[in-house]
C-alpha cells in the first residue's frame, strides 16, 4: 500500500464516474459475487472507488491512475451484464475520495437511486462527492 500511496502522492488522481442498466436484475449474491471480484483487481491496480446498484441500475466511481481506470473502464463497458453506459464526469482531483482499497458496493431501493443519480455531475459550487453520496451510503444495504 505504501508503494502505491507512494507514488501516487506524486501526482493528480483520476476520477471517471459512469451510470449504467442491468440486463436483467442482479441477485443479491450475484451483486456480491461482482463486488468480490472487483475489489480483487482494483486492489491489485491502486483503484478505489464505490459501486451503487439500485433496482436493475448501476451507478459507479473509479478513482486511481488514469491509464489504469481507463483500462479498466473498456472492461467494464463491454461487460455483457449491462449496457447504455453513459460517463457522468471525468475528472482529475487532487485526492481520493474513497481512500480504502478496492471497490465499496451499496444496495439501494430504486426512488433512493433515482435520487443519487442527480448528485453524481460535479456542479460549479457544489459540496466534495463523498459529501454528496454520504447520505444515500448511510440508507444503502452494504455488498
Ligand atoms: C456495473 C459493473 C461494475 C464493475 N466494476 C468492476 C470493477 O470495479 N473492477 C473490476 O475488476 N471489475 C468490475 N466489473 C467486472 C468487469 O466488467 C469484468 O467482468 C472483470 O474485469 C473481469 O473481466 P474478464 O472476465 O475479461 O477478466 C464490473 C462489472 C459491472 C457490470
Redesign the pocket.
Known sequence: MWQISGVLGAIMLYQLCYV?RAVTPLSYPELRA?VA??RA??AAHG?T?I?FYGEGN?A?V?EGEQAEVER?FD??QH?A??YDVTVITRVTRPRRTYPQWG?AGHRLAEAQFAELVKYLPEEADAPPLEARLEAFVSKSEQL
Open positions: 449504467s461482482l471480484q472487483a483487481y482494483n483503484i472507488g459501486l448501476f459507479q473509479l479498466l472492461c467494464i461487460d451484464r449491462h471497490m
